[in-house]
């Protein structure tokens, strides 16, 4: 039996206010229900019945908010009602992580924030929800509830529920005007990303003219994470960028490439950031947004890693981070 488009992944280009402050709008919905016009969109994978939904949790130094709509999508590839009204949560930086067994999946919207700049928009410090899963009710403070936003979005179509989301973010952002901090960490966290985590503590202090225990702190409480954690998850992430490559990859020159001590070091890392070694991560056809990103970011790219509208791409899953 033929296999038909069942889902749709979406990443989208915020507005030039927004751009320092959110790495992109992305929505997962049925595919019937995708409709992208007006955005630029920056990403898009479509998923066919048999693809399955299970897919590795992926640490990242950087929050996200989801909106988790009416809907699930089963291992099956079947739509039907959700048994949980809409609802929103914050997930944190990520510095470990566990296994997942998802079978269902939610049609979702949400945004992904660039480094340190999550609590532009949230009432706590990015410390407090380091490894944490929090509802958006809990941080989201005035104006509209994390409920209430998400059950306005289940009744719109996907571009309308973007302009929506961005429209509220923009309005926190310019009733809550951060203050000009004397260090710029959002600055330092691009740096440690460009490097592939391949720079020390040590550089980054003297780069911003501070002592080590001061950037420590200064990360903690922005990004949510020290910065050497920070530099360890941004050589993971690039390291990501083998996914799917197969059973050809050296695996100890990959280990020298990406910085690690040795070939043991980078399994223990990857084994804390995903859960996975990185040989299954090579094998086992994993889909997840980071892993894209990592083949965009690092030149592994190929023609078919992004699917163009009008296309299909077979995907082993994905959970939102």
Sequence with gaps: ????????????????ELRRYIR??????PSAESTSAGRRITRQVLFKTGDSFCSPVLADGSASVVLNLGMTCRADGLWKQSNRAPHGHVVGA??????????????????????ARVSSFLHVPACELTDRIVPLDDVWGGGALGCDLAEELDELNEAARIDRLETELVRRLTERPGRRAALDVPGLAAWALAS????????????????????TRAFRDVVGVTPKVFCRLARFQAGLAYAGR????EWARAATELGYADQSHMIAEFRKFSSLTPHQLATEGWFHPFIERAKTLHGTRSASTIARPGTTKTTAGWRPP
Excluded: K, N, W
């Excluded at 992109?24 to 919905?29: I, K, N, R, T, Y």
């Excluded at 470990?96 to 924030?113: C, I, L």
């Design 196 to 215: 592939q985590g391949r720079v020390s503590v040590a550089r980054l202090a003297v780069a911003a003219g501070v002592s080590r225990q001061h950037l």
């Design 24 to 29: 992109a709008f992305f929505s997962f919905v």
């Design 94 to 115: 990520m510095s470990r992580v566990g296994a997942t067994a998802d079978t269902e999946r939610a049609a979702m919207v949400g945004v992904y924030f660039e480094p």
């Design 1 to 16: 039996m033929e296999r038909r488009v069942i889902a749709c992944y979406l990443e989208f280009a915020p507005r030039d």
């Design 246 to 249: 197969g059973e050809r990859v």
